[in-house]
């Protein structure tokens, strides 16, 4: 494995606009390569002058004790990245289709778990500890963020497919959920949030990952019925952008991290996107690095609470969650992880596409 990472991260964006490239060509409309291209340029313009701002605010990331003793000396590290991807995703994806409310949605709901992880990134700063808002009090914005946006699609009867409350599946079968839409929902924001979050934790991971995701619901918003859905999949295209774009000051070894501000951001508007264009089944298959991700730490967390002996002292199914650190922990260097689990990302996107619902 080079330890000039910057070959890696080329290769994955020229590879994902070669994708959308074809995806254009074959549907005769510049609907994916356009904004990707843009959103990535913009992004990686913006990183160059935001980069030393963030050094100069001294802005520094505070590296948990309790994780792999190897990442200590990422100290420092800018962070709070998030604040120059994620508004150029949002705007150059709104631009795609202005008059369609639910890109405004989309970008309303992103917008604001950025805001949030940014209060959470700053707390976290100003008190030098790698803890900024309470758990139960970032969950409370989030689910109120969430709550919101549901409404707002309830409300415009955009939650499900021809009937409200449907959930489309391989094979032409539909799941018809009537109201349980709603905590399912909330759920796929919260879960899809936080997954990403806990992504964020060795360089590139989380970008990379991202940036997939989102090219691969664009494909298949691209691909499904007649017309597809180029609007979202414009959308979800420029916010591929974005994130290749950061990847380049991301990579190993980052420059700047996108911390909270940025991962939360990530995994609302992947919950966003689905939920109003009908993909949660393809967000599950195309997210599923992020979905393994948070369950390594459910797993984890469960069984060292389960096992515990009267010492206090549990068992642990992985070297260390989430499951990132456990192949970390087990000799895989640090971009060997990152690259197998873009790798996973693509082989998803792949599986996706092919059992499209």
Request: proline share 6%; charged share 10%.
């Amino acid at each position: 494995m080079p330890s000039n990472s910057r070959p890696l991260a080329l290769l994955l964006g020229i590879l994902l606009f070669g994708v959308a490239l074809a995806s254009d060509v074959l549907s005769q409309a510049p609907q994916l390569s356009v904004p990707l291209l843009v959103a990535a340029l913009v992004s990686a313009g913006l990183g160059r002058w935001g980069y030393p701002k963030l050094r100069n605010l001294k802005l520094g990331q505070v590296i948990r004790a309790e994780g792999p003793q190897a990442h200590l000396s990422k100290a420092g590290t800018p962070t709070m990245g998030g604040l120059l991807a994620v508004p150029v995703g949002v705007i150059v994806g709104g631009l795609v289709s202005p008059s369609d409310p639910r890109l405004l949605a989309v970008a309303a709901i992103t917008l604001a778990t950025m805001a949030i992880g940014a209060v959470d990134d700053w707390r976290s700063l100003t008190r030098g500890h790698n803890t900024g808002l309470s758990p139960r009090g970032k969950l409370l914005l989030q689910a109120l963020s969430a709550g919101m946006f549901l409404a707002w699609a309830a409300w415009q009867q955009l939650l499900g497919g021809a009937h409200p409350g449907d959930i489309a599946l391989p094979l032409g079968w539909v799941l018809p959920l009537g109201l349980l839409i709603w905590p399912l929902g909330l759920f796929v924001f919260l879960a899809e949030s936080n997954a990403t979050n806990l992504s964020d934790g060795l360089d590139g991971l989380a970008a990379g990952c991202g940036a997939i995701g989102f090219s691969g619901l664009g494909l298949q918003l691209m691909l499904r019925g007649h017309e597809g859905d180029p609007a979202m999949a414009g959308f979800c295209a420029a916010m591929a952008g974005t994130w290749l774009g950061f990847l380049l000051w991301n990579r190993h070894k980052a420059r700047m991290f996108m911390g909270d501000t940025g991962s939360l951001a990530m995994g609302a508007s992947l919950a966003g996107v689905s939920l109003l264009s009908n993909s949660l089944w393809p967000l599950l298959l195309m997210g599923g690095v992020f979905l393994a991700e948070s369950l390594s730490v459910i797993v984890q967390v469960w069984v060292f609470k389960a096992t515990k002996g009267p010492d206090g002292v549990g068992r642990r199914v992985l070297r260390m969650a989430p499951l990132h650190h456990h192949f970390e922990l087990g000799g895989a260097s640090e971009q060997q992880v990152v690259v197998g689990f873009w790798a996973l990302s693509l082989l998803l996107v792949v599986v996706g596409l092919v059992l499209l619902p």
